[in-house]
């Protein structure tokens, strides 16, 4: 029993060990992130993407993503439809992948409606948000509980298994969004997305496997 009880503390310890953080300066200084669609520029202590027309991505050196937590510390701006921040992964391309983003200029929106457009999940190239905002309306996104200031820095964490993503907003326990995925991919690229039209700033990310 004594044998056993400590072969389970070993592997939990082995876990914790897993999780690793991605120097994103160091890493582009290195030439190991592959920009798609976007200008990268480094300012002090995090990168910055430009704007751009369609979605840009940022593939980290991580290249069998498959089960497990991201972290991603990130800031965008209050301007509308000109921030849409996030974590793509499982990509199998630059076309095909998941995704899990904000749209920061609908944090504190007035109107009720634009507030539930806060997070959202896509699964390219066929879940569009587009497409599911036509076709599963409020499904896969949703308002933000005590938002982040929108021109400020915020974490966003995301839970992924092979069924269900979850994403949790800075120290938040209750998770802002909850979906049931929709891609078959188990496994995959890990990275930056940025939505049509919109850059981003980005300091660091984090990630542990299952």
């Known amino acids: 029993m004594y044998k056993l009880i400590l072969l389970v503390a ?5 876990f914790a060990q897993k999780k690793q953080t991605l120097p994103l300066t160091d890493l582009y200084k290195r030439g190991s992130l592959q920009v798609v669609n976007r200008e ?16 840009g991505l940022v593939w980290l050196p991580v290249s069998d993503f498959k089960n497990g937590e991201i972290e991603i510390e990130m800031r965008g701006k209050d301007v509308i439809q000109r921030s849409f921040i996030g974590i793509a992964f499982h990509a199998q391309n630059d076309s095909t992948y998941d995704a899990v983003y904000c749209r920061p200029f609908n944090f504190f929106a007035k109107d009720s409606v634009r507030r539930i457009h806060a997070i959202q999940y896509i699964s390219h190239p066929k879940y569009t948000w587009k497409k599911l905002r036509e076709e599963r309306n409020a499904e896969f996104e949703k308002e933000i509980r005590n938002p982040p200031n929108p021109n400020g820095w915020f974490m966003m964490r995301l839970i992924v298994d092979d069924k269900t993503i979850k994403a949790y907003i800075n120290q938040s ?3 802002s969004l909850v979906v049931q995925k929709l891609s078959n991919a188990t496994n995959g690229k890990l990275g930056i997305f940025v939505g049509d039209g919109a850059g981003g700033d980005f300091r660091s990310i984090r990630y542990s496997t299952k």
């Open 40 to 55: 990268l520029k480094i300012i002090e202590d995090f990168i910055q993407l430009s704007e751009n027309k369609e979605e």
């Open 173 to 175: 326990k209750e998770p």
């Open 10 to 14: 070993i592997s939990a310890v082995a």
